[in-house]
């Protein structure tokens, strides 16, 4: 099921940077997945709401998309330091060219990827995605899986995030990193 372009891919201590759309997991695998290697974890998303010390919903109302998009490239800049860490990012966070160059050089990347239909019910247990907030979730999950799976896909390892517990794709990261 999985899949890894480099068979021989061997992590090296390099930042695991976790990509993927909303409801795809990141967050909670990354902290599960961190605490197996025993690594710190940081969800890009939470360290925007700290530097900004407003929600991410605030800072869309507040200063629209394209600010929170600016802060978002500067934190993940900052903490891909070359420490060894598990990053969670944002589901849009792969669509800047600077920040995609820098996770594909600096990082390794792992799209966790996932069924819209899987997403749209993951997401509906929270409401606190600007994105999500005036539409069909199912429909607009499925507009940005077009747009963006072709950019995830540029990601070395490819997890598929099943209707299984997070443990399972955790087993599978572990395997894809040659541990
Ligand atoms: C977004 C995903 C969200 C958050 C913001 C925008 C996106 O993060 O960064 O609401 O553009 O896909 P999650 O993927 O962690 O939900």
Sequence with gaps: ????????????????????????????????????????????????????????????????????????????????DGSPKVIATGGGAFLNAETRALILSDAIAIWLDAQPEVLAERVSRRDTRPLLRDRDPLEVLTELAEVRNPLYALAPIRVPSLKAPHEVTVEAIIKALGL
Aim: aromatic share 8%; charged share 30%.
């Design 1 to 80: 099921m999985l899949q890894t372009r480099d068979s021989s891919l061997h992590w090296n201590g390099r930042p695991i940077v976790l990509i993927g759309l909303m409801g795809a997991g990141k967050s909670t695998v990354g902290r599960r997945l961190a605490h197996r290697l025993d690594i710190p974890f940081t969800d890009a998303d939470q360290e925007i709401e700290t530097a900004a010390d407003m929600t991410i919903s605030e800072i869309f109302d507040r200063f629209g998309e394209e600010y929170f998009r600016d802060g978002e490239r500067r934190v993940i800049h900052r903490l891909i």
